[in-house]
């Protein structure tokens, strides 16, 4: 699971996250809300390890990440808004990459696996700079699945896929969120509807919502997810 113990991040004067407290538990998708500049991808970058807190713990499967980095990486698959891929290397290739890093056992047999479940197979052959923004998503999460970590961190995942390639990304991040941790941050609102067993919303760096999403609905009876959202954020 993930543990986020009164977790603060500055930038100069101004106090981006004040005092975050929340767990993300194994065998879900908690959907990870906020408007843009509430600190959803200061929050996730600090998660992965990226970025260190001012203040506060961050637990990534019982391991510390601050105290213990890369063991907690370890136990990490983080796919990043921007999506970094290495544009020169063949689908293949950047998987294999990958794996070496990893020291995975078995890498032919595994790599098989990731490309058949993000659906890769006909673009496998191709460099990564050569694929369209969505097999560029598609190649990300590949990456960030590779290692069977236990906890997923995902930013966007679906941003710039066609329908029918959102629905087969969807079906993958519900069904991953069966056996892991999935952190998952879209502004698809539908996406939430689709996929999430929970909901966290943030704004101005303070979390105002964490709930089970029935339970959430259930606190503003007769209005939408997104009717809910805009009153917890417009302020």
Do not use: W
Not at 25 to 32: A, D, I, R, S
Not at 49 to 67: T, Y
Not at 212 to 225: A, C, F, I, Q
């Amino acid at each position: 699971m993930i543990v986020v113990e009164n977790l603060s991040k500055s930038y100069g004067t101004q106090k981006v996250l004040h005092s975050l407290n929340f767990t993300a538990q194994k065998g879900q998708v908690t959907g990870f809300l906020g408007p843009n500049g509430a600190g959803k991808s200061t929050t996730m970058k600090i998660l992965s390890g990226f970025l260190q807190p001012d203040e506060g713990r961050v637990e990534i499967g019982g391991v510390n990440m601050v105290e213990q980095a890369i063991a907690a990486k370890r136990l990490l698959g983080y796919l990043p808004e921007n999506n970094p891929l290495y544009l020169d290397l063949y689908v293949k290739e950047s998987l294999a990459f990958l794996a070496d890093i990893h020291q995975l056992k078995n890498t032919k047999s595994r790599i098989a696996e990731v490309i058949e479940m993000t659906g890769l197979g006909p673009q496998q052959h191709q460099k990564a700079g050569a694929l369209s923004k969505g097999f560029r998503q598609r190649l990300g999460l590949a990456q960030a699945i590779l290692h069977d970590p236990a906890v997923l961190i995902l930013d966007e995942p679906t941003s710039g896929l066609d329908p029918n390639q959102v629905l087969d990304i969807r079906n993958l991040i519900k069904e991953l969120g069966k056996t892991k941790t999935v952190l998952l941050s879209t502004h698809m609102l539908q996406e939430v509807e689709a996929i999430c067993d929970h909901l966290m919303i943030l704004s101005h760096g303070t979390l105002v919502a964490d709930y089970s999403k029935k339970t959430l609905l259930s606190l503003y009876p007769g209005k939408s997810l997104e009717q809910v959202f805009a009153q917890l954020t417009c302020n």
